[in-house]
């Protein structure tokens, strides 16, 4: 049976704006994301009938409402080319944390489906089934630096910033994205951010955290969680350079002077983890994301 085997990488969101609320219940968002290298294992094998799916980790479904299992039936319904599939999930991206891991998953189940059943010929033909599963798992099909608009799933691609280390602040808790979005208060309609249209002329920060910008969820997802507001209030007392919420939350990105990590390592309340990942490109995502024969991928995250 033919198998292949993916890097499944996560995202974050250096930006984050809300501008207004849609009529589908949910919200208009302009968001930049960017591929990190912190990522899942995905092995997609074709045969047998139906979808099976195995994760390794005990916390999460592996039934049909799991994201990846939805995503491969969802692509043999769309474009036929096999029977089944069989899937095996090494799951190292933290659930519910703001990094995309699901939406992820789901983007990288349609796109080893594609390579293995010859088609759609046009990866763009994967778009309309990746923005039924979920708001940000058309931008896992492209990556990169990147413009979500719409719910976040109309993507474009922007100059890329060059890659370099960010630190991810991981704490021990999930935070809920449909209740993050419930807490938002008053809306106001804004204009695109200045830093956004400037990347988008061609003007590119030497690194992501000089990007400038902001995460319009960071207060809502600070009033939903008290924990959350607990590590926020720790975490500006830390004398970090760079602080912002990722997404919907729970993870915070950082930028941390190398003499300062062991200072604020020990400041971190119990169960939160800093790690450092480090941002990649499109050209570097597409060199790494299919896992080569013979290549175990053990040496990774
Ligand atoms: O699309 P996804 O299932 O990831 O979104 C989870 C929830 O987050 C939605 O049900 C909705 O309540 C909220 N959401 C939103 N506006 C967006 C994206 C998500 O209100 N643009």
Redesign the pocket.
Known sequence: MRATAFRSFAKVNLHLQVVGRRGD???E?RTVFQTIDLHDRITVELGGAGVELEVDDQRLSAGPENLACRAAVRFLEAFGGASGARLRLRKRIPVGGGLGGGSSNAATVLLAMRRLCGGPERLLDLWPVAREL???VPYFLFGGTALGVG??DEVLPLPEIPEGDLWLVLPPFEVS??LV?AELGEIAAAPLAPAVLALAQGEVPARAALLGGWNDLEAAALRCAPALRDLYDTLQASGLEWLRMSGSGATFLAEIDPQEVENVTSRLPVGTRLKRVRTMSRQTLWARREIAAGESGDGDH
């Open positions: 219940g949910y919200h968002l979920g708001a940000d719910r976040g994205t449909r979005f």
